[in-house]
């Protein structure tokens, strides 16, 4: 089980930053993936930014070079770090964790999510 717990989002206004954290309720190193999803009004959810073990990230192209997923496993929390904001960010945005274990498969966490508000 892992409990998630996201902080961070707000209202701000296009070109401004934004920091989301996601507090995990155990050690992130023992969860083999961690990720931000987002879902914008009357839209499917969809992958912003995701870190597996041994730190490999991946991105949505809508979000390279504006935003950097990272992790501090002494505070159990990953970030994500959200630069040059564009209205069309607006989402909610969820943190996510995959553990795989034997004899289970792998099985997803989600936390309530955090409302992200870009103004124009």
């Known amino acids: 089980q892992v409990q998630l717990v996201e902080s961070g989002g707000g209202l701000v206004q296009a070109g401004g930053s934004l920091r989301l954290s996601c507090v995990a309720s155990?050690?992130?190193?023992?969860?083999?993936?961690m990720a931000w999803y987002r879902q914008a009004p009357g839209k499917q959810r969809e992958l912003v930014a995701a870190?597996?073990?041994?730190?490999?990230?991946n991105y949505a192209d809508s979000v390279k070079g504006r935003f950097t997923i990272s992790g501090d496993n002494a505070k159990n929390t990953v970030y994500l770090q959200m630069n040059s904001l564009k209205p069309e960010d607006t989402a909610v945005y969820y943190c996510?964790?995959?553990?795989?274990?034997?004899?289970?498969?792998?099985?997803?966490?989600w936390g309530k999510g955090t409302l992200v508000t870009v103004s124009s």
């Open positions: 996510n964790a995959v553990v795989i274990a034997r004899g289970y498969g792998a099985m997803d966490y």
């Open positions: 155990r050690s992130i190193s023992s969860i083999n993936a």
């Open positions: 870190m597996a073990s041994g730190d490999s990230t």
